[in-house]
């Protein structure tokens, strides 16, 4: 069993920046990928950015390419994601989610939130304009 939760969240000017991050506990951490996922007011939960167990393969919606970007510390049991010249549209609650196991892990898999078995409880980003 694994426990996620989310940090880092807050309001940022359109342009600006914040780290959120993901912190696990009661699990071995480096058996999990791990996915960010938002979701906005009205909308269904979409996929954001995800790492593999070791870190080695990363994926981003195109929608955050060049502005987000996904890390991992395994010796740490933690997952970041440093969001810059963040907009207005980036604006949802966040959630981390771990995904257990050693199946492939392709774009397909980490976006789809039915892959994955843990998540945390969220943190609001909000962006002005």
């Known amino acids: 069993q694994v426990q996620l939760v989310e940090s880092g969240g807050g309001l940022a000017q359109a342009g600006g920046s914040l780290r959120l991050s993901c912190a696990a506990s009661?699990?071995?951490?480096?058996?999990?990928?791990v996915g960010w996922f938002r979701q906005a007011p009205g909308k269904e939960r979409d996929f954001v950015s995800a790492?593999?167990?070791?870190?080695?393969?990363?994926y981003y919606v195109d929608s955050v390419k060049g502005r987000f970007t996904i890390s991992r510390d395994n010796t740490k049991n933690t997952v970041s994601l440093q969001m810059n010249s963040l907009k207005p549209e980036d604006t949802a609650v966040y959630f981390c989610?771990?995904?257990?196991?050693?199946?492939?892990?392709?774009?397909?898999?980490?976006?789809?939130?039915?892959?994955?078995?843990?998540w945390g409880q969220g943190t609001q980003v909000t962006v002005s304009s």
């Open positions: 989610a771990a995904r257990w196991g050693y199946r492939a892990y392709t774009y397909g898999a980490a976006a789809k939130d039915s892959e994955y078995n843990y």
């Open positions: 009661g699990g071995t951490f480096n058996s999990y990928a």
């Open positions: 790492i593999s167990r070791n870190g080695g393969a990363t």
